[in-house]
């Protein structure tokens, strides 16, 4: 490109559409990058052929792009989550997960539910398994008594007063706690091992198949369970948080689960948080904080 073309193009910098890649090309001439560089670069790209940006909310965003900047939406992901990275609540008695089976199903294009499962009982729980319009699995439980009579301490009331209907009215089932989240696994002892040993968690029972670990403070635990081909590994905003007792144990436990992590991102120090992520054995994401 001649120079005068160069300055023309320039003058044009504002003009939206496809003629701000030229502006772009000519913008980095002007600074001084040479087009024909002797040194080969580290990578030696074919395009640049993507933006990316984070939003609050992405529902009022995206009327900002349609609507307002002639812009459409080609394809709307959803993150690709196993169904072994859900979350269960749990209601107090066995017909709430039939009414909330019922309530879902009756309710599944109001809030545009994928699927609603149908009720089944596994050792002493009933549940339903829904999916959200986000890609993430939900359950709702009941937990038999009998359970926690046997010694399964996680199915104990997660709840000292129990909510009545009235706090949750018209859908003839009442959430009573947030009871469990789920993980995968390759190796079930090495990861509770791991799990124990080094994010000193507590091993809250489990099985033959499984492994449920939780924190002494709290009654939610994690229900661990082997899958041998993992497929869909986890991004780091899929994660649990170890709050520690000050700044300083986090330093302190960044420096000291370096080489155990498969990944550690480095310390992010604000005002009122110290914080860093890092990912366990099987990859699954953790953050420690203070
Ligand atoms: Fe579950």
Request: proline content about 7%; charged content about 25%; aromatic content about 8%.
């Amino acid at each position: 490109m001649a120079r005068g073309d160069e300055r023309r193009a320039d003058r044009k910098h504002a003009v939206p559409a496809h003629g701000a890649g030229l502006v772009f090309v000519v913008l980095a001439e002007l600074h001084g990058l040479p087009l024909h560089c002797k040194l080969r670069a580290m990578l030696n790209p074919i395009g640049l052929t993507h933006g990316h940006y984070e939003c609050r909310a992405l529902d009022e965003t995206l009327p900002i792009f349609t609507d307002l900047l002639a812009m459409q939406v080609l394809e709307r992901g959803k993150p690709d989550k196993p169904h072994n990275n859900h979350y269960g609540v749990r209601v107090a008695r066995p017909a709430e997960v039939d009414a909330a089976h019922e309530y879902l199903e009756a309710n599944k294009a109001r809030y545009g539910l994928k699927r609603v499962s149908r009720p089944s009982a596994q050792h002493f729980a009933r549940s339903i398994y829904f999916s959200e319009p986000g890609g993430n699995t939900l359950e709702i439980e009941y937990y038999d008594p009998q359970a926690a009579a046997e010694g399964r301490s996680i199915a104990a009331p997660h709840w000292q007063r129990e909510l009545a209907e009235s706090d949750f009215p018209g859908r003839g089932y009442v959430p009573q706690a947030l009871t469990h989240g789920t993980l995968e696994c390759h190796d079930k002892d090495a990861s509770a091992a791991f799990y124990r040993d080094v994010l000193g968690l507590q091993i809250a029972g489990g099985g033959r198949i499984s492994v449920y670990i939780k924190h002494p403070a709290t009654p939610w635990y994690l229900v661990v369970l082997p899958m041998p081909k993992r497929k869909k590994p986890l991004r780091p905003v899929n994660r649990f948080t170890l709050t520690l007792a000050s700044a300083d144990d986090v330093e302190k436990a960044h420096r000291e689960l370096g080489s155990r992590a498969t990944e550690l991102q480095p310390i992010e120090r604000g005002e009122s948080c110290t914080s860093f992520l890092f990912a366990d054995l099987d990859h699954n994401w953790w953050e420690v904080r203070a």
